[in-house]
């Protein structure tokens, strides 16, 4: 296959998929990465796709947002781990806000039972997983719910977050980046997901490493707002202390 029809395909495939990746694309056409790696490139200097970590996107879809199924089902193994981490986190009583985004519901998925504090969230996922805990203070937050992520937003969240002070937020972002800080796709949750931010003494974000270098419509924080990131090993190590160079502890797990 010449250079034209191989990028024509992974132009193709990306905008069926919404996404493609480096490793998965030369296995597809029995080529290096470094071949796809230069395809990627001339296809983003044409205007054709976006390229992120590992990957790119189609352009024109720098929003786009897959629906709660496909993120629960996107690197799966990363995000348990992160989970798992991020219990360690978690005040000895206090009080915590959980966002919504699949690994802070696995986090709340996988709380132990016995334990005793106060929870804040405006996801509903999250709040479903936490509501039979009987030590947990459980307190959901309202607004309208946006469908494909199951979140309340817009003026009675904002309203909520402005009348607390927890002792911890666990944050989710769609992508991430030293120099651009946290985005997501929709402006009415990246403003919940500020507040949220700035209603804790301290900013955990959980996001896994396939998430770095995307960038996203609504940018909602930067890393001079977040004390830990916990992500999986495949960071990108420059990425890694650029994030660690903005004053934000990294921890791979």
Same mark, same amino acid.
């Not at 395909?9 to 990306?14: H, N, V």
């Given at each position: 296959m010449y250079a034209p029809e191989r990028r024509q395909?992974? !132009?193709? !495939? $990306?905008r069926a998929a *919404?996404?493609?990746d480096v490793l998965s694309l030369a296995e597809e056409f029995q080529v290096t990465a470094e071949t796809v790696r230069r395809d990627l %490139? $001339?296809?983003d200097r044409a205007g054709l796709v976006r390229r992120v970590h590992g990957g790119a996107i189609p352009a024109g879809r720098l929003d786009f947002e897959p629906d709660l199924a496909e993120r629960e089902a996107t /690197? $799966? +193994?990363? %995000?348990?781990?992160i989970a798992r981490a991020a219990l360690a986190e978690l005040? +000895? *009583?206090g009080s915590v806000i959980l966002d919504a985004g699949s690994t802070t519901a696995r986090l709340a998925a996988a709380i132990p039972v016995d334990s005793a504090f106060t929870v804040v969230t405006h996801a509903l996922p999250v709040a479903a997983r936490l509501a039979a805990h009987t030590g947990i203070d459980l307190h959901l937050v309202g607004g309208? &719910?946006?469908r494909r992520t199951r979140a309340a937003v817009d003026a009675w969240a904002?309203? /909520?977050?402005?009348e607390i002070r927890a002792d911890v937020a666990f944050l989710a972002t769609n992508g991430f980046s030293a120099e651009r800080g946290l985005t997501t796709p929709d402006l009415a949750e990246a403003a919940v997901k500020t507040a949220a931010l700035h209603a804790a003494r301290r900013v955990v974000l959980l996001a896994d490493s396939a998430k770095a270098g995307q960038e996203h419509f609504a940018r909602f924080g930067g890393f001079a707002d977040v004390d830990l990131l916990i992500t999986d090993a495949g960071l990108d190590p420059a990425q890694q202390a650029a994030i660690e160079a903005a004053?934000?502890? &990294? $921890?791979? &797990?």
């Open positions: 395909e992974i !132009l193709r !495939l $990306a *919404g996404r493609v %490139k $001339a296809l /690197a $799966a +193994d990363e %995000k348990d781990r005040p +000895d *009583g309208r &719910v946006r904002l309203r /909520a977050y402005a004053g934000t502890e &990294v $921890a791979l &797990v």
